[in-house]
């Protein structure tokens, strides 16, 4: 079975069939799927830049925290640790080129909107969150006001 | 020269206004429910104007920190308030939420 899954699994089957919540909107039937995985921050573009706004931008700690959840995916309390790791290595004198070469460990965790058949039920990254209303085409809330009304 | 007077006076009363408008608001009491587990966060190091871009960035990353733990502790303590929630009915629950943040609903806080 976890054979099939992976085979079934491509580049192009998950782009077909998962739909990022942060540029998708959910259709009639689709269920919110949770990814989560233990990765690491490694060398890049996107840690150049997060090292940069650390190290030189007045702002920089909102503007990396931003980045650490939206683009890379941390979770919350990673997000913050990691920068807060980057930042003590640079205080203590460890030159950037040192900082980038390091893997610091996080947990990312992506939402995909898909169908609930897709999501593969014997893998402990996966799980299905379960929305109100998942059958309307969008996710509306509603404040119930005392008196019964709505608003 | 009376006219201008006026409108001076006028506009000074406007002001006074807006100032004493804008003061109630601020002395308005703070919705203490909502962000109860701020005055639980521990003490972090104060930014100053002097620090460097990288010990600012620090000690703003070390006050987030501190502010998601104690997030999390009050979440973990306040649990099965948030269970109770859904053995209620919608009505039921808006009432009970309003009721936990000092209003019953009736407009008087």
């Not at chain 1, 909107?113 to 999501?119: N, P, Q, Y």
């Not at chain 1, 014997?122 to 404040?143: A, C, G, R």
């Not at chain 2, 733990?69 to 948030?82: G, P, T």
């Amino acid at each position: 079975m976890e054979q099939e899954m992976s085979k079934e699994m491509t580049q192009a089957w998950f782009e077909e069939n998962f739909f990022d919540v942060r540029k998708h909107k959910p259709k009639k039937g689709q269920v919110l799927a949770q990814f989560r995985a233990a990765a690491a921050f490694v060398d890049g573009w996107v840690k150049e830049n997060v090292v940069t706004l650390l190290k030189d931008n007045m702002a920089g700690a909102e503007s990396a925290h931003k980045v650490m959840r939206n683009m890379v995916g941390a979770v919350e309390e990673d997000a913050v640790k990691v920068l807060l790791e980057i930042t003590e290595d640079l205080m203590a004198g460890v030159d950037v080129d040192t900082v980038l070469q390091k893997e610091y460990k996080m947990i990312v965790e992506y939402f995909y909107w898909t169908t609930r058949e897709c999501v593969p039920t014997d893998d402990p990254h996966w799980q299905i969150i379960t929305v109100v209303e998942p059958d309307d085409e969008q996710v509306k809330s509603k404040i119930l006001l005392p008196d019964g009304s709505s608003s | 020269m009376d006219k201008k007077k006026k409108e001076r006076e006028k506009r000074v009363r406007k002001k006074t206004l807006q100032q004493r408008e804008a003061l109630r608001k601020l002395r308005k009491k703070p919705d203490h429910d909502r962000f109860a587990y701020l005055s639980k966060v521990k003490k972090t190091p104060k930014v100053k104007k002097t620090d460097s871009a990288l010990v600012r960035n620090n000690k703003v990353l070390q006050k987030m920190l501190a502010e998601y733990e104690a997030f999390v502790k009050f979440r973990e303590e306040n649990k099965h308030k948030a269970d109770e929630l859904y053995e209620h009915t919608k009505e039921e629950q808006a009432k009970i939420i309003l009721e936990m943040e000092g209003n019953d609903g009736t407009g008087d806080e």
